[in-house]
Each structure stands twice: as structure tokens, then as C-alpha cells.
């Protein structure tokens, strides 16, 4: 599990060494940055080159009262937050990526799912 976990920024952190977990839905952040995406915002990469921010006077706050289901249940990559740095873990989670918990997805399974024996032997 420790993995699954980053710790919090100290400036944002109400305790120190507090940490967040990469399974929480952080529904909040979601909407900020979702509500970012619609002024324009984009994030095409980690760090400032990956960032498109539209200029803007000033930002409305329009009374919303939505709810948001995704189109797909599981919106991951193989990027575990308990191993990436600041700037991927921000990108990441700007990018509404959700670790379900109990699925991992990793890289390896191509290799135990794909060869040429196993098409073979196994076709269905």
C-alpha cells in the first residue's frame, strides 16, 4: 500500500508527514479541474511546457449544480503516485486519472498475454 501513497505538500498538508492515498476520488480536485478544462485549461504533459492556460481578465463563478458521471469506469495508466514526482503526481491527477482499488494495470501482462505460443495453443 505505501506505494498507493504520496505525502501531501507541506503547505497544503493540515498535520505534518500527512499523506494522500492514489485510491481516493478526490472529488473536489476533480471539479476544479474540470471546471479549468471548460475555461480552456489544458495539460498536455508534466511541468509548465505541457501547459495550456488561456488568458483570462478575470474567471466567472457561475452558480453549478452538476453532476458528472465519466465514460469509462476506470481511467488509469500505469503511473503509481508513490513513485513519480511532483509534477507527474499533479499531472496525473489534473487529468482526472482514477486507481481503482484492488486492479492493477501494468505493462507486464502483455508479455504473459500476447506470445505466439499462447495464440496458438489457445486461440480463444
Not at 22 to 48: H, K, Q, T
Not at 57 to 77: N, V
Request: with cysteine; hydrophobic share 35%; glycine share 8%.
Amino acid at each position: 500500500m505505501y506505494k498507493n501513497r504520496r505525502r501531501m505538500p507541506e503547505h497544503l498538508a493540515k498535520e505534518p508527514g500527512e499523506y494522500f492515498w492514489a485510491f481516493d476520488e478526490r472529488g473536489s480536485y476533480n471539479a476544479v479541474c474540470g471546471y479549468l478544462r471548460s475555461l480552456g485549461v489544458r495539460w498536455y504533459m508534466p511541468g509548465a511546457l505541457g501547459e495550456v492556460i488561456p488568458e483570462m481578465d478575470s474567471i466567472a463563478l457561475p452558480d453549478i449544480d452538476q453532476t458528472a458521471a465519466p465514460d469509462f469506469e476506470i481511467r488509469q495508466f500505469s503511473v503509481r503516485l508513490g513513485n513519480t514526482d511532483d509534477e507527474v503526481t499533479r499531472w496525473v491527477m489534473r487529468l482526472g486519472i482514477r486507481h481503482v482499488y484492488g486492479l492493477m494495470i501494468a505493462h507486464g501482462m502483455h508479455t504473459m498475454t500476447h506470445p505466439d505460443k499462447l495464440k496458438t495453443d489457445k486461440p480463444e
